[in-house]
């Protein structure tokens, strides 16, 4: 699998977009750039994923730079409830629950 | 709806010790994976179970097994615990054996609030 590198952490102000970047060098042409977040005390939960085309839905966006080597994650309009660590992967679909999480980046989201 | 369900929530061993964690996956789902989550540090893949077989498996010692029930339902057990396993243990249920194919959100993982764990 690629390794992925995030910022170890983030502020972002209420009502404003968090942009959470994630770079991805080494993805191979069928892996997938995978979302997670991890709220505190609670079991990480899944946002998005995608291998080239941006995606969206009602949580985020996801934007793939058009050389993959890089991603973005886009919460449109922050909310406090937001605040939690987000993890970046790369993964072959279909190969199962391995998933290397890393260390993400925690995000505080400011009144 | 259910969710992923794990019990217990905290229990305090000592070193040498004995524990099963257990974990109820959501109702249809076939596919249970266990994670570990040391303190500042992003979950760990142990195993994985689909149809009651072993599907995958981390870099973990022997020390620690795992299975399936016919109900899909799993336990996670560690043997001759060290002060290391202190960790927050996370159990995933998904629908199907792979990850992410089909529709966006299928066959993602849906976790549990975990099972914290402290060996003394």
């Known amino acids: 699998d690629a390794k992925t590198t995030q910022p170890t952490s983030m502020d972002c102000a209420e009502g404003r977009a968090a942009n959470l970047p994630c770079n991805h060098s080494t993805i191979s042409g069928n892996e997938y750039v995978y979302w997670y977040r991890q709220i505190h005390s609670q079991g990480p939960q899944y946002i998005i994923h995608?291998?080239?085309n941006n995606e969206t839905n009602e949580m985020a966006s996801l934007i793939i730079t058009e050389d993959r080597k890089s991603s973005t994650l886009i919460l449109p309009h922050a909310t406090l409830r937001d605040t939690a660590v987000y993890y970046c992967i790369v993964r072959v679909v279909n190969s199962g629950y391995a998933l290397n999480f890393g260390k993400g980046t925690s995000l505080l989201v400011t009144p | 709806d259910a969710g992923v369900t794990q019990s217990p929530t905290h229990l305090i061993k000592t070193r040498g010790q004995q524990v099963t964690l257990r974990c109820s996956p959501i109702s249809g789902h076939k596919s249970v994976s266990w994670y570990q989550q040391v303190l500042g540090q992003g979950p760990q893949f142990i195993f994985q179970y689909y149809e009651k077989e072993e599907r995958g498996r981390g870099n973990f010692p022997d020390r620690f097994s795992a299975r399936q029930f016919p109900n899909y339902s799993s336990e996670l057990n560690v043997n001759a615990l060290l002060l290391g396993d202190s960790a927050l243990y996370l159990c995933?249920?998904?629908?199907?054996?792979?990850?992410?194919?089909?529709?966006?959100?299928?066959?993602?993982?849906?976790f549990g609030a975990g099972s914290r764990l402290t060996v003394l």
């Open positions: 995933a249920s998904s629908l199907s054996r792979d990850s992410h194919w089909g529709a966006p959100g299928a066959n993602v993982l849906t």
């Open positions: 995608g291998l080239k």
